[in-house]
């Protein structure tokens, strides 16, 4: 009886493992929530050398086929009254325009849903969206009709890098790299050539998996609340 009860225990504990994770959004720093990267990024803020990595990645509840392209939301809180001029990129006029990147990425245990295929785009970046300290990234990626994929459900798959450059962090009037920041990988767009799609949001761990912080950023507060910044996740 002994080895049988050991048989169920073992596949109770899978079971639990399998209903903990499920279908939605990781966001980590440095690699794939899959391989272990981590939820905060500190930074001395002393160097105009260097990169921040986040790793956006995605799983499915059911098989997709014919995929031809993913739209993306990241969202980015500091604290009040205003975003700082560090996060301020892409636009013109920012003070760190071309500090924000976008590339493909898989890892050991996540792929690139599109085998280096895809085409990588920050289709915008939004300031003071919402709130006057608030972000909103969004990404556009796809593929040509010769590189559709069909892909599996409970599979993480990467959706893209985006890079933060350190550039224009000391000797600048860019200020605000010392200060907190909480980022979220809000939505994710699944797209078919057969237009269907699959639109993703919250967590696959049903908790956290899909925030990063910088500089150990605690909760927003003051006139930014939770409730506010959910609204960037629709």
């Not at 921040?52 to 031809?68: E, I, Q, Y």
């Not at 890098?161 to 980022?183: D, H, K, P």
Request: hydrophobic share 40%.
């Amino acid at each position: 009886m002994r080895p049988t009860l050991s048989l169920c225990v073992l596949l109770l504990a899978v079971t639990a493992s399998v209903a903990s994770a499920g279908p939605g959004l990781n966001l980590r720093w440095d690699t794939c929530f899959g391989d272990g990267g981590v939820v905060n990024r500190t930074f001395a803020c002393n160097t105009n050398t260097g990169t921040n990595s986040m790793r956006a990645s995605f799983v499915l509840a059911s098989d997709l086929l014919h995929v031809s392209g993913v739209e993306a939301v990241v969202s980015l809180v500091t604290p009040p009254p205003v975003l700082p001029e560090w996060w301020e990129f892409k636009n013109l006029g920012s003070c760190r325009i071309n500090s924000l990147s976008i590339a493909a990425y898989g890892g050991a245990n996540c792929f690139d849903w599109a085998l280096g295929k895809a085409s990588m785009n920050i289709a915008s970046y939004q300031p003071h969206v919402f709130e006057p300290n608030q972000a909103r990234i969004a990404i556009l990626n796809a593929v040509v009709l010769d590189d559709i994929r069909d892909l599996s459900a409970g599979v993480e798959y990467t959706a893209f890098e985006l890079r933060v450059s350190n550039a224009g962090t000391v000797g600048t009037t860019c200020t605000g790299c010392q200060l907190g920041a909480s980022l979220a990988f809000s939505s994710l767009r699944v797209s078919t050539v057969d237009l269907t799609s699959v639109f993703l949001t919250g967590p696959t761990n049903l908790t956290d998996s899909h925030r990063i912080l910088w500089q150990d950023a605690s909760t927003p507060t003051g006139r930014t609340t939770w409730s506010s910044v959910k609204a960037l996740y629709r």
